[in-house]
């Protein structure tokens, strides 16, 4: 199946019913399959006049307690950010896949992984996270719908899927739980669907005009946020255990890291991988225990460097970190990481 139709395919078997987007090159293909299949099952389906328009309107359904969700791609999720603060702002659950192009600007519609500043670091305004999560392949792209969206409910917060036009175009094999006839949701006592009688108006917001009161609010919500940095950090590790040079590499990038890794085991060179599936919460624990053995750490991203500063950090110093990318829709090949792995072997032996 194409990445981009797993995604979609995945959310509707994860009990979301409502999409809105708009199209953009590399990820329209999710908005397509959502055309076509959302009306059959009594879902919505909108091509919002705008980025803007779209991500108010999965803020409205997500007020109302429904699973609803946007996808886009970098310019997108740009004109998206105001959107996404408020829906932060007013403690709501949704998910927004962001499949990522060359940038800045309008860039290219080649693979990228230049938008992880702005999804760890700023998806809108104002002091909050959304959770990441970085796929590497199609089948995980599957499973971490559904995760994203579990996982957005439990903590009434914004997921993000943090994809590239190389996983959202490729066609892998995938396997999909079997599909109930109804997807059981959590309960929301907190949703604007209707009271009843039998309750107060829940009003949902992101106004707070007396400082204390926002204060405090956000607050709470950074004690939250402790919670998830202490509970949900994921990774992969391989070869990690007595890895002399661990590499670190996510998303599509991980998967050319890997090929070079293996073909450094096979030259005697000891090397090894860490692949943040989660991009906040931070697996910075992964990170700080392999520094107590590894020599030196070689972050690869298909950027100039972004989430070198999170392995800098988690490092804090203990070991060197390197860097090796390419941007604006270059795509490394393993053989170039591979030099940069003998380099590197060269100078701790």
């Keep these: 199946m194409k990445g981009n ?15 809105f987007g708009y199209p953009i090159t590399p990820q329209t293909e999710v908005a397509a399959y959502m055309a076509k299949k959302m009306p059959k099952i009594g879902g919505t389906y909108l091509q919002a006049e ?9 803020y409205g359904a997500a007020s109302a307690g429904v699973r609803a969700m946007t996808s886009s791609s970098s310019p997108g999720i740009s004109l998206k950010s ?7 702002g007013a403690d709501l659950p949704c998910l927004i896949i962001n499949v990522q ?7 290219g519609i080649q693979p990228s992984q230049a938008d992880y500043w702005q999804a760890t670091r700023a998806t809108g305004h104002g002091d909050f996270h959304v959770l990441v999560f970085a796929p590497s392949t199609i089948q995980e792209m599957v499973d971490l719908v559904g995760l994203a969206f579990e996982k957005a409910d ?8 943090l994809a590239d036009g190389m996983l959202g175009q490729m066609m892998e094999p995938v396997s999909f739980p079997e599909e109930a006839a109804e997807v059981k949701l959590p ?3 907190w949703a604007t669907n209707g009271h009843k009688g039998k309750r107060p108006h829940n009003i949902v917001n992101s106004l707070y005009l007396k400082p204390d009161q926002l204060e405090k609010t956000i607050v709470d919500r950074f004690q939250r946020y402790e919670t998830i940095k ?3 950090a994921r990774a992969e590790e391989y070869l990690v255990e007595d890895a002399e040079i661990v590499l670190v590499a996510y998303g599509a990038t991980a998967r050319i890291v890997k090929s070079a890794v293996n073909t450094a085991r096979e030259m005697g060179i000891k090397a090894g991988m860490i692949r943040p599936i989660t991009l906040w919460p931070y697996p910075v624990k992964n990170i700080q225990k392999a520094a107590e053995t590894a020599k030196h750490f070689l972050c690869v991203e298909m950027s100039m460097g972004q989430m070198v500063d999170d392995v800098r950090l988690a490092v804090n110093g203990k070991r060197p970190v390197s860097f090796f990318g390419h941007t604006g829709g270059v795509i490394p090949a393993p053989g170039e990481v591979l030099e940069q792995i003998k380099e590197i072997a060269g100078g701790v032996r």
């Design 154 to 161: 439990a903590y009434r917060m914004p997921a993000m899927i």
């Design 5 to 19: 139709e797993a995604l979609a395919e995945a959310a509707i078997r994860s009990g979301c019913r409502h999409f």
């Design 187 to 189: 309960e929301k006592p």
């Design 82 to 88: 105001e959107g996404i603060s408020y829906i932060a």
């Design 50 to 58: 705008s980025e803007i328009a779209a991500i108010n309107m999965v």
């Design 101 to 107: 192009r060359g940038g800045p600007g309008l860039g």
């Design 230 to 232: 202490a509970t949900e």
